[in-house]
């Protein structure tokens, strides 16, 4: 079985023309952070991932966690893999230094969180939940809190959780019930379950901080009263020290599709006297709060996408190459050949590569955007990139993580009924994938953010302004005298009119019927992305020709490039036009069906 490889051609080509770090290299939090810089930090990164943590995805697939009454313990190698993990201060790489962090940017650390999600998705679970911990509490938490955890949780010696689902309450957060009760000395005691909880009890750490929802007395009805807790599962002592055990359990962890190596824990908090918290930010804001957690975790959930996208295609290639079976078509030798020379075969491997290239460099574009939306000194500029990100997020989300079930299932088809048997890995990709359009958000919730928070509301303003530069994108590969570009151009102009009607759409009728426009929500969210991916993927294209024709670089990387680009405009950006359909005219049959006949 082979090992996932990182990307690393593919990465340096995001850094230097998709998502250019040079733009980073003026503002001051960056001034010592370049292309050579970032390419060491990445090749380490692939070492790392490639030799360390891939070798341990088939493990914990099929051991498991094992859960008792005390502890939960997770499968062979990962306690030395995360010692390992933290100690290489893989943690901290984009946390702040003033708790230990390495503050580099945030396109270079998805760059390598794509690669952790890409060798063993359910061990990155880990550490991503610990930066939704960490971004919170450096937003919302006291000085007290943050010199209590953040050191600790920036290092790895203690992970985070997000608490929000209870058994009766899901995605809608207004059901919640765990009650938080405040005591003399300000802190609270919480009483309530919560399920769902990835990493809530495992033994890779000393300690786990727990972020939870939960109602104090009197509290409003709905999401209004929410209030947000951190409820370390060991208290700590005066002088920080580790202290006594909370009343704080694990009582089962879940039995899953996918992710095995992840516990998903249910915990059960105040079952004795009530678990220690103490309130993050103001009371009945804690929905606002874990928003910040979500926000990052949905980002991180993307980069999960195209990370297995990506592992799922190096898989398909290499059985492909080395799989004989049949002859050539329309050759004359009748010797066998690899399938990787079968015209659908081709078909599918380039749809996987080409798609999972798109990803990557949407993905990329969103972190750079979150870079200079925190660091650039006008406001402008950080007002205007944060639109995008905002914008964005609920796309990166949701199209990269329907997208890599997709390119998962594909990759099973490659290697055809060898793909549904375990041994091959293949189906454990898609397995593994299948959580990622559910959590931290379903696709439709993705979908509802994106027509209703992000283009209605603000009457597709954002979303025009991304319209503009896409347009600007098509408008230079028509003036080039490449034949290739001619052919992107035209597609992703077809493409861009498309979501421009879509969105006309939107703004003109979410409001006065949000039903019925909300029937083409996930079409609309499916149309963004691929019309994103071929903005992107164009941008891929013109700077590869321009490369070339420079003979600067690799030419057969920067030729596969064009190829690539072209593949997608063929058989991705041509779907635009039926997303755009599903969009404007697709409620009727879904509205008018009654309960019965579904």
């Not at 670089?553 to 680009?565: E, I, R, Y």
Request: overall charge negative.
């Amino acid at each position: 079985m082979s090992e996932y490889l990182a990307p690393l051609k593919d990465m340096q080509f995001v850094l230097q023309e998709i998502a250019p770090l040079s733009e980073l290299a003026s503002l001051p939090d960056f001034d010592e952070v370049n292309l050579d810089l970032a390419m060491t930090i990445l090749e380490e990164a692939g070492k790392f991932a490639n030799g360390v943590l891939s070798p341990l995805n088939v493990v914990g697939d099929r051991e498991g966690c094992r859960w008792s009454q005390d502890s939960v313990q997770t499968a062979s190698g990962w306690r030395d893999a995360y010692r390992h993990f933290t100690e290489g201060g893989w943690n901290a790489l984009s946390c702040h230094p003033e708790y230990g962090g390495q503050g580099l940017p945030r396109v270079v650390s998805a760059l390598v969180e794509e690669m952790w999600n890409g060798a063993n998705v359910a061990f990155a679970l880990c550490p991503m939940l610990t930066h939704g911990a960490i971004e919170a509490l450096e937003l919302r938490g006291s000085e007290a809190q943050k010199r209590s955890y953040l050191p600790k949780l920036v290092g790895g010696e203690w992970t985070g959780t997000m608490n929000l689902t209870e058994p009766q309450a899901g995605s809608d957060l207004s059901a919640v019930r765990t009650r938080a009760v405040p005591q003399p000395d300000g802190s609270f005691r919480l009483h309530g379950q919560k399920i769902f909880i990835t990493y809530g009890e495992h033994d890779l750490a000393d300690n786990i901080v727990h972020l939870v929802l939960a109602r104090t007395p009197g509290a409003p009805e709905g999401v209004k009263g929410i209030s947000l807790f951190v409820v370390p599962k060991v208290l700590l002592n005066d002088d920080g020290s580790l202290g006594a055990r909370n009343d704080v359990r694990c009582v089962s962890i879940e039995h899953k599709l996918g992710i095995h190596g992840s516990p998903t824990a249910v915990l059960a908090f105040g079952d004795n006297d009530g678990a220690v918290g103490w309130l993050v930010g103001q009371e009945n804001r804690g929905l606002e709060t874990m928003f910040i957690m979500m926000n990052a975790a949905r980002f991180s959930v993307g980069l999960e996408g195209i990370g297995l996208s990506e592992r799922s295609t190096q898989r398909a290639v290499a059985y492909a190459r080395q799989r004989m079976q049949g002859t050539e078509l329309g050759g004359s030798s009748r010797d066998k050949v690899a399938i990787v020379r079968h015209p659908d075969v081709r078909r599918m491997l380039m749809l996987m590569k080409s798609r999972t290239e798109a990803l990557r460099a949407v993905a990329a574009a969103v972190a750079l955007a979150m870079d200079l939306a925190h660091h650039h000194p006008s406001p402008d500029v950080r007002r205007e990139q944060q639109a995008f990100v905002d914008l964005m997020i609920p796309v990166v989300k949701g199209w990269s993580t329907e997208s890599a079930v997709e390119l998962a299932s594909l990759g099973v088809q490659v290697h055809g009924g060898m793909g549904y048997v375990e041994e091959t890995g293949a189906a454990q990709h898609l397995r593994d994938a299948r959580i990622t359009p559910i959590y931290e958000g379903t696709t439709g919730i993705q979908a509802a953010d994106l027509m209703g928070r992000k283009i209605a509301r603000d009457g597709g303003t954002a979303a025009r302004a991304l319209l503009a530069q896409i347009r600007d994108v098509a408008q230079f590969l028509e003036r080039d005298g490449d034949q290739q570009l001619h052919a992107i151009a035209a597609a992703l102009s077809d493409a861009s009119a498309s979501l421009a009607d879509a969105v006309d759409f939107v703004v003109s009728t979410y409001e006065a019927d949000v039903r019925r426009t909300s029937v083409g929500a996930v079409p609309l969210l499916e149309l963004f992305g691929v019309v994103a991916g071929g903005w992107q993927m164009a941008r891929a294209a013109l700077a590869a020709r321009r490369c070339l024709a420079a003979g600067d670089g690799d030419a057969p990387f920067l030729a596969a490039k064009l190829l690539t680009a072209r593949f997608y405009a063929d058989h991705v950006l041509c779907r635009a036009r039926g997303l755009c359909h599903a969009v404007v005219h697709g409620a009727d049959a879904a509205l008018a069906i009654d309960d019965d006949q579904l």
